[in-house]
């Protein structure tokens, strides 16, 4: 049976800390699922498709398929038949609420589990806010995104 695990997040834009998790995750697993969450009361700077668009044109892999969902994470997990949800942690900051939401989500769909995957230190202080702060005042972050991902950012943040 074909080993597929999910990896959501809000991925506002995609980074090279979610690319190397994304890497490491598919080389691990048969298919990965990367599943952006559509959440407005995030004020999300790209929509849906637009972050869709972004991961598609800087992932490489042929194993990794790209969806959307709202709602409870289980609950879509559920209804795809995933089991392993991926995770990323960057610091000890990130632990406490990963291991809250690891939880409750197995408390809520009982089967299912996370597998969280280091950060490269590389990337240790990489998230997708950083970068749009970055950006918004005219920073590089040629080393934070793939060209494509920086292009959008820079319209976007006009
Ligand atoms: P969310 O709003 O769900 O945290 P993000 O897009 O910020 O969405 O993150 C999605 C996942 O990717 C999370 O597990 C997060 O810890 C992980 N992640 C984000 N940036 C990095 C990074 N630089 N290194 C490793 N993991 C990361």
Do not use: W
Not at 63 to 76: A, E, H, K, P, T
Not at 94 to 117: A, C, K, P, V
């Amino acid at each position: 049976m074909k080993k597929k695990a999910l990896y959501p997040g809000s991925f506002d834009p995609i980074t090279y800390g979610h690319l190397d998790i994304i890497k490491r995750a598919s080389e691990i697993f048969d298919e990965l699922t990367i599943a952006i969450v559509d959440n407005p009361d995030k004020h999300p700077l790209f929509s849906i498709q637009e972050r869709k668009e972004l991961i598609m044109t800087v992932i490489k892999a042929d194993n990794v398929r790209i969806d959307s969902f709202q709602g409870l994470l289980v609950q879509y997990a559920t209804d795809n038949n995933f089991q392993t949800i991926i995770r990323g942690l960057r610091a000890v900051s990130d632990f406490d609420y990963e291991f809250q939401m690891s939880l409750t989500n197995r408390r809520l769909g009982e089967n299912i589990d996370t597998i969280f995957f280091m950060t490269d230190e590389k990337y240790s202080y990489l998230s997708s806010s950083i970068v749009k702060q970055v950006c918004r005042y005219g920073g590089d972050i040629s080393s934070f995104v793939p060209d494509d991902v920086a292009i959008e950012l820079k319209e976007k943040l006009k």
